[in-house]
T-cell receptor, first 111, second 113 residues
Framework: QKEVEQNSGPLSVPEGAIASLNCTYS??????FFWYRQYSGKSPELIMS????GDKEDGRFTAQLNKASQYVSLLIRDSQPSDSATYLCAVINNAGNMLTFGGGTRLMVKP | DAGVTQSPTHLIKTRGQHVTLRCSPI?????VSWYQQVLGQGPQFIFQYYEKEERGRGNFPDRFSARQFPNYSSELNVNALLLGDSALYLCASSPRTAPGGYTFGSGTRLTVV
């Protein structure tokens, strides 16, 4: 079992819709979680971090964490074509020195 | 402020050769990490350095090595290149060993032929 799992997609949503991206992780003691956005041919860009159970909102983005279910999600409201990218879920280890990434979900927002 | 800078941006090498990739962290950041991203996959952790000491090593062969200099810049070295080493090599910078989130450089695209 992979440590961090994501559906590879592609996830296709129409412009203006809500995109829902999901991630599960295997290490129950994980404490810190991150969402990165990666445009084709570019490097990952940090868009959200979440450390506590519940929701965290930042503009059109909402990260959700459920430690009991070992589940992290990212909601993108009012999706725009510019949101089309690969979204990477990442978990940091207890030593705080290593990020483990999922394989990424490719999101396509159609005008 | 300059972000994380990596050089070169692209590189083509032949199997068996050696390569050195370079990274300069954000000013004030003392931690540098290296990740390998094969096409279609998420980045995989190679090394982390903090204050010039190795603080973490991923599951990579001994052909991979790195070091950090007094100015906190870093080099990643790969010996005896294999075709499978073709990937995007990412350098990440953070203020300390327990990051609240890494800032990645634009990466070095290595192609081994």
């Amino acid at each position: 079992q992979k440590e961090v799992e994501q559906n590879s997609g592609p996830l296709s949503v129409p412009e203006g819709a809500i995109a829902s991206l999901n991630c599960t992780y295997s290490d129950r003691v994980s404490q810190s979680f991150f969402w990165y956005r990666q445009y084709s041919g570019k490097s990952p860009e940090l868009i959200m971090s979440i450390y506590s159970n519940g929701d965290k909102e930042d503009g059109r983005f909402t990260a959700q964490l459920n430690k009991a279910s070992q589940y992290v999600s990212l909601l993108i409201r009012d999706s725009q074509p510019s949101d089309s990218a690969t979204y990477l879920c990442a978990v940091i280890n207890n030593a705080g020195n290593m990020l483990t990434f999922g394989g990424g979900t490719r999101l396509m927002v159609k005008p | 402020d300059a972000g994380v800078t990596q050089s070169p941006t692209h590189l083509i090498k032949t199997r068996g050769q050696h390569v050195t990739l370079r990274c300069s962290p954000i000013s004030g950041h003392k931690s540098v990490s290296w990740y390998q991203q094969v096409l279609g996959q998420g980045p995989q952790f190679i090394f982390q350095y903090y204050e010039k000491e190795e603080r973490g090593r991923g599951n990579f062969p001994d052909r991979f090595s790195a070091r950090q200099f007094p100015n906190y810049s870093s080099e990643l070295n790969v010996n005896a290149l294999l075709l499978g080493d073709s990937a995007l090599y990412l350098c990440a910078s953070s203020p300390r060993t327990a990051p609240g989130g890494y800032t990645f450089g634009s990466g070095t695209r290595l192609t081994v032929v």
